[in-house]
């Protein structure tokens, strides 16, 4: 199941986005070293970059 993103403007933890990342790997199929779909690598990636940007500090929420 794809994560939704966070509504505008709010910014998703490492926590939350660690979370969302590991669901990717273990959601249904019960092993992490199952493939991802096209799809899932691209949403994978995605929340890789935005944890990269939280875990470096350059993401403001808005007013």
Not at 27 to 38: C, E, F, I
Not at 43 to 59: A, F, K, N, S, T
């Amino acid at each position: 199941m794809p994560s939704t993103p966070p509504p505008e403007g709010r910014v998703r933890s490492a926590e939350e986005l660690n979370a969302a990342i590991r669901a990717l790997w273990t959601d249904g199929r019960g092993h992490p070293a199952v493939q991802l779909t096209a799809e899932q690598r691209a949403e994978y990636e995605q929340l890789c970059i935005e944890l990269r940007q939280v875990e470096r500090g350059d993401v403001t929420t808005a007013a």
